[in-house]
């Protein structure tokens, strides 16, 4: 099975190194000090035992020199995968699968959902249709990650816990391909699961994160801090109570409670979320998938949404502002 890396960030890193040590016939696309750093002396892994992988995968800025592949792992941010659309054109085969490893909503999110909104456009996440044109959404196929990493320099990622990976069908399908990619994950050490309901694993993730991420980023405050704030707490509970509403009107079952939720929010004490930690580093923020999808498919379920809507445009703002 061939398999392109398409982004080797954190997550993209992690599972490249995992895969290529594996023994996976693995191939990169990167640029920059990345790319410039796996080119000359490979990509490294320090996994939490403090165990080292060390691989050189081959590695590109150019999608052209790889050729088609099996299956594609999307590793950019949402806001970030319409321009890589075209970038990647070269890596899709008639059966070739890419797998959206992504917070937030995807954009394929109504393709094959039973319902009224059947094969609905998200215009936040996807402008003008480029990720629909181009790669399709029948070869679409969720993952959602929990894990724990960061680039600690240029070819060195920083593996401090969690591994997990769930994989899943729009059509909701334990499919060939979708079996066949989490198999290739456990084999690489890692730990996958494949689910028929990838959308309630979306909300799932999603829940704490709408609220907590935009919060952070416009009060500068960390994850226990904000759970510990009576006031704070409030505002994260009503957009958790918003987004639940809508998440329902479309379908998706929620499990647990939001004091669970962000009890386990709350246990990560001084850790900023990723929106603020991509502003405070001047990138740009994956605000539209977080927040702003929930708002648009609220309007679209006809659930209102003031919280969520009022925190959204504040958090734009705040975007536009930049990192001073």
């Keep these: ?71 594609v792992f999307l590793c950019v941010k949402a806001h970030a995968q319409p321009a890589a659309a ?40 996807d402008p003008g249709g480029r990720l629909l044109n181009v790669i399709g959404p029948g070869r679409a196929m969720g993952c959602l990650t929990y894990v724990a990493a960061d680039v600690a320099e240029p070819g060195v990622i920083r ?18 391909d979708c079996l066949a990619l989490a198999a290739e994950l456990e084999r690489s050490g890692l730990e996958a699961s494949v689910s028929e309901r990838i959308r309630d694993a979306v909300w799932l993730k999603l829940w704490g994160n709408l609220a907590l991420n935009p919060i952070s980023t416009l009060t500068g405050a960390t994850m226990d801090q904000m759970c510990a704030d009576p006031d704070i707490r409030t505002l994260i509970k009503a957009m958790m109570a918003e987004a639940r509403v ?58 209102a949404t003031p919280q969520i809507d009022a925190v959204l445009a504040l958090v734009r703002q705040r975007a536009r502002a930049g990192s001073v």
């Design 1 to 71: 099975m061939r398999l392109c890396i398409f982004g080797v960030g954190a997550v993209g890193g992690l599972l490249a190194a995992h895969l290529a040590a594996g023994g996976a016939d693995v191939r990169l696309v990167a640029r920059g000090p990345q790319l410039a750093a796996i080119r000359a002396s490979g990509l490294r892994l320090i996994k939490p035992d403090g165990e080292t992988l060390h691989v050189h995968p081959p590695a590109t800025d150019d999608a052209r020199d790889l050729g088609r592949q099996d299956a």
């Design 86 to 125: 075209d970038a990647m054109e070269p890596l899709l085969g008639p059966r070739t699968r890419v797998v959206f490893v992504q917070n937030g909503i995807p954009w394929w999110y109504f393709h094959a959902l039973d319902g009224p909104w059947r094969d609905h456009t998200l215009e936040n996440l």
């Design 159 to 176: 593996h401090t816990g969690d591994r997990r990976f769930i994989l899943g069908e729009p059509g909701g399908s334990r499919s060939e």
């Design 246 to 303: 809508v998440g329902e009107a479309l379908g998706a079952r929620f499990e647990g409670d939001m004091d669970a939720r962000l009890a386990n929010a709350e246990g990560l004490v001084g850790f900023k979320p990723s929106m603020r930690q991509d502003l405070e580093q001047g990138r740009p923020l994956e605000i539209d998938a977080i927040v702003g999808a929930v708002s648009e498919m609220g309007r679209l379920a006809g659930v």
